[in-house]
Antibody
Framework: EVQLLESGGGLVQPGGSLRLSCAASGFTFNNFAMSWVRQAPGKGLEWVSAVGGSSEYKFYAESVKGRFTISRDNSKNMLYLQMNSLRAEDTAVYYC???????????????WGKGTTVTVSS | QSVLTQPPSVSGAPGQRVTISCTGSSSNIGAGSDVHWYQQLPGTAPQVLIYDNNNRPSGVPDRFSGSKSGTSASLAITGLQAEDEADYYCQSYDSSLSGWVFGGGTKLTVL
């Protein structure tokens, strides 16, 4: 069974840092690009970042560029999101998602984790 | 606001047909990027409902269908059921942003 399990969320003060992890299982991890998607309380989905299967590319939403870093360890089937200089507006549930598709223009998220909650507050 | 525009809410009675629109621009849907739809039931993670404009993953009822034309796309749900009450999101790729974008989401209420 294909599974994604996020961890690492919690309460952090503004300006602080947090590292999210996503453990993947049930598929050949290094064959697929991966993404982070977040959802602020009562709001819609926001794509945050994506990384290629071999880390050949990394993309970020403008709202997190320069503050967040996506990475992966294919030997451990793990995806990460290092979040620095956190702001109140980063408060959200963060989902790890597996991407499927042949080209960027057709990529979609076919498997999602249950999410981990990040709260940025003093 | 979101790059892709959806109506905030739609509603329909059981058995009826509803549609949800997703309007983009020449840098995403109009540029040929595919449109995908997700269903998010209350308190759960999103799951893909329609991919590549009009394809259903196995297990998704054929009551759900998608279409795309020009800079817009639509999700249609026929034979509305109480269990369809959820939030629905469209998603595509934007070449100007070099990233993936979601619509603001549409809350479907089954009356």
């Amino acid at each position: 069974e294909v599974q994604l399990l996020e961890s690492g969320g919690g309460l952090v003060q503004p300006g602080g840092s947090l590292r999210l992890s996503c453990a993947a299982s049930g598929f050949t991890f290094n064959n697929f690009a991966m993404s982070w998607v977040r959802q602020a309380p009562g709001k819609g989905l926001e794509w945050v970042s994506a990384v290629g299967g071999s880390s050949e590319y990394k993309f970020y939403a403008e709202s997190v560029k320069g503050r967040f870093t996506i990475s992966r360890d294919n030997s451990k089937n793990m995806l990460y999101l290092q979040m620095n200089s956190l702001r109140a507006e980063d408060t959200a549930v963060y989902y790890c998602a597996k991407k499927k598709g042949a080209i960027f223009q057709s990529y979609y998220m076919d498997v999602w984790g249950k999410g981990t909650t990040v709260t940025v507050s003093s | 606001q979101s790059v892709l525009t959806q109506p905030p809410s739609v509603s329909g009675a059981p058995g009826q047909r509803v549609t949800i629109s997703c309007t983009g621009s020449s840098s995403n849907i109009g540029a040929g990027s595919d449109v995908h739809w997700y269903q998010q039931l209350p308190g759960t993670a999103p799951q893909v409902l329609i991919y590549d404009n009009n394809n259903r993953p196995s297990g998704v009822p054929d009551r759900f269908s998608g279409s795309k034309s020009g800079t817009s796309a639509s999700l249609a749900i026929t034979g509305l059921q109480a269990e369809d009450e959820a939030d629905y999101y469209c998603q595509s790729y934007d070449s100007s942003l070099s990233g993936w974008v979601f619509g603001g989401g549409t809350k479907l209420t089954v009356l």
